[in-house]
């Protein structure tokens, strides 16, 4: 627990205009929010995220309450709450909902003209921890977060609830419940849990995909705390009856943040803007963001190296009498024998487990085998979470490739794509088939000469004559200045998640700066966590034949390295588990 200095008083602007709007979300849904506006010019923004079961509106007060001089509020309903359509609490994945607050910050930047660098933001109990995790996935340069009793585990008083939970979902999987929370147990303030009472836009119901998703994706969220760089002000509630304390002191505590506060409140339930004693929350969060909005915006900070303790960990090898040694040991024994039969295995074993032919392999997606064992274990192993991660990521890929070029072609100008590290292509491939636009053009370069021929024949299998194969150097500064004509877009995919060392990638991305056109883009995946990296050290070898020792980047990381290289990160995704991202980026200065 921190405490604040002495509150210095805010003097309320002449009054709040609100408005009405709805914004297209990543995927086409039409999302309803509020806009209150100051009555003086505005000069920042403060976006709000309810809880579950809640909707926009229900900040009405503590907007009143917070009155920030010249400071736009924005809150929207989440999808399935309030005046949002959808099922009553539901979602296909709690990594949506994440989606959902990404898309409405674009909104707030490109319809009221706020950056992101001009925002902060506030979420309660679930949309703090949506808040979060985009804090984490996203790397966003926002000037502050105020988390209130995040939700990052709920307390399922009913034993072996959320085992039950996942049962009920694989056999049903669009299943909701209902909520067991009461107002009475959110607030001791009796006006207010009869307000809630009363609000026909609160729905009890809650779908059993997010809450098991949202317990998944808080665990990542919370262990991967220290790649939150921005200011943080928690609030937790010392006696919540429906939240646990001890993940948001564990997240506290991990948090990479240097300018953080966390305030325990004694006797609070988990509604802690809408409690009684909501005045003392109030004001600390007004001096929170009051002083972190003002005109001077932070410079910004070196960003450290994640996860360097676990690599330096992982590529120490284990003494042969050691539990772990022994399991990771059997294990390799068994796949580098009966796991052979299966294709995916095979490969790795020849090629390696990070190579061009593995990569071909999971993207295919089709099992086969030395018989039907052979095809079970290259079936099981392809549906590995990393290998599932890399499937989508291909999707994600190709589809910002499709989506930057058509920016581009809007403007009347021709596009030539360069993937510097192809392989064989595949999603460059898959993009120009896409586009079917004779004045998009590509080539895909790599230092395996079987991966871009087995490239080459695909593209002609498809008839695609606007694309060359040529062997080139993502790390070869010389060999990056021949590429011609000067590409609008690089890619950069699967590659520098393979290399722990920054400075590496730093030239790399230096060299791309410099041959890139003016006002180009870049788009590089990432990897920042991976849920197998012990198993995969311990036992895959890489492709020269050592231990794949593997050091996630958080975002925060990969952003910073792209910022100090002439790069402005704009937009990002990533798969539901969080494991691969791929973030659009702009040359920002000419040359």
Known sequence: MTHNPPLAPIVAPPGLIEREHSFTSHDATELFYRAWHPGEPQRRGLLLCHGGHEHSGRFQSLVEALALPGVSVFAYDARGHGRSPGRRGQARHFMDLVRDLDAFVDHIRDHHGIPVADLAVLGHSVGAVVIATWLLDRAPPVRA?????????????VPLALPGLRLLQALWPEVGVRS???????????????????????????????????????????????????????????????????????????????????????????EVFHERERATVIRQTRAFLGARLGPDRPSPTAVPESNHERYAALSRALPWYHPAGLY?????????????????????WRHGFDSGPMLDHVYRDQAHGATWLGRWIDRRFLDAPGWRGIRVRGRLLCEALVDTSRRLRATGQSVHIADVAAGHGRYVLDALSVLDDPRVSAVCRDRD?????????????????????????AFDAVSLQQLRPRPDIVVVSGLYELFAD???????????????????????????????????????PNREGRPWVMRPRAQAELVGLLAASGFRAERWCSDDAGIFSVTVARRETAS
């Open 180 to 270: 067991y929370v009461q107002p009475g147990m959110l607030t001791h303030d009796h006006a207010e849990a009869e307000a809630r009472r009363r609000d026909p836009l609160i729905s009890p119901r809650i779908g059993v995909r997010v809450l098991t998703s949202l317990v998944d994706t808080a665990r990542r969220v919370v262990d991967g705390a220290d790649g939150i760089r921005v200011p943080v002000l928690l609030f937790s509630a010392g006696s919540d009856r429906v939240v646990h304390e001890r993940p948001q002191r564990r997240f506290f505590q991990r948090l990479g943040s240097a300018d953080k506060q966390r305030v325990v409140l004694p006797g609070f339930f988990h």
């Open 502 to 540: 920054n400075a590496l990638i730093h030239r790399s991305l230096r060299a791309i700066h410099e041959v890139l056109k003016p006002g180009g883009y870049l788009i590089v995946t990432n990897q920042p966590w991976h849920p197998q990296l012990d198993l995969i050290a311990r036992v895959l």
């Open 449 to 473: 000469e079987v991966g871009l021929e087995a490239g080459q024949a695909e593209a002609l299998r498809r008839g695609l004559h606007n694309v060359r194969f040529q062997q080139g150097d």
């Open 145 to 157: 977060a105020v988390l209130g009793a995040p939700a990052f585990e709920v307390k399922l008083y």
């Open 328 to 348: 990771y040991g059997a294990l390799k024994g068994l796949l580098a024998s009966v796991g052979r039969l299966g294709q995916g295995i095979r490969i790795g």
